[in-house]
């Protein structure tokens, strides 16, 4: 499916998605990833510290195989960093199988309708599929409404699920 919306993009009026590089985050990306992961927490009205964001970041750069990974995406001939996209390994069991968990998708106000998310999402989609992932799932909030016709146009789905959260409260690990 991938491979046909590669095709139908390259012949499309909208703009290129050579004009990005998406990498996998490393040590020397940090200071232009927190930023934008700060972004992304302001877009959603919340406020974890910049020590928990960038642990999150290590952690996934200490790990990639077993905990997830993520990717920036620059202006190819600036190399600013414009968004990133974070995916998560998991189960599921009524796939029978390993999934991707796109937990987080930023780009900046300044670069959206550039073609940058969709970029992102299948770059994730070709990580998600090299870690040998059956598909890549990922939620986003009910009035996000550009978002979801980002999503509609790249050929994804809405799930017929509806999440919950139940929060646990501080941990050692967060006190």
Do not use: K
Request: hydrophobic share 40%; aromatic share 8%.
């Amino acid at each position: 499916m991938f491979d046909r919306i590669r095709r139908d993009r390259m012949r499309s009026d909208r703009p290129n998605m050579s004009d990005h590089t998406i990498t996998t985050v490393t040590e020397a990306d940090l200071p232009d990833l927190l930023p934008l992961m700060r972004g992304y927490c302001d877009f959603y009205e919340v406020d974890p510290s910049d020590e928990r964001l960038l642990a999150l970041a290590h952690a996934l750069i200490a790990d990639p195989e077993r905990d997830g990974v993520q990717l920036i995406g620059r202006e190819a001939r600036s190399g600013r960093a414009l968004g990133f996209a974070t995916i998560y390994w998991s189960w599921q069991t009524l796939a029978a199988g390993r999934i991707g968990v796109m937990n987080d998708l930023y780009v900046r106000p300044d670069a959206r309708g550039s073609g940058l998310a969709d970029a992102l999402i299948l770059s994730c989609a070709d990580r998600a599929r090299e870690h040998g992932a059956l598909s890549l799932v990922w939620e986003t909030a009910l009035d996000n409404h550009r978002a979801q016709r980002v999503y509609e146009r790249i050929g994804a789905r809405a799930s017929r699920w509806l999440s919950y959260e139940l929060p646990l409260g501080p941990t050692a690990a967060s006190a």
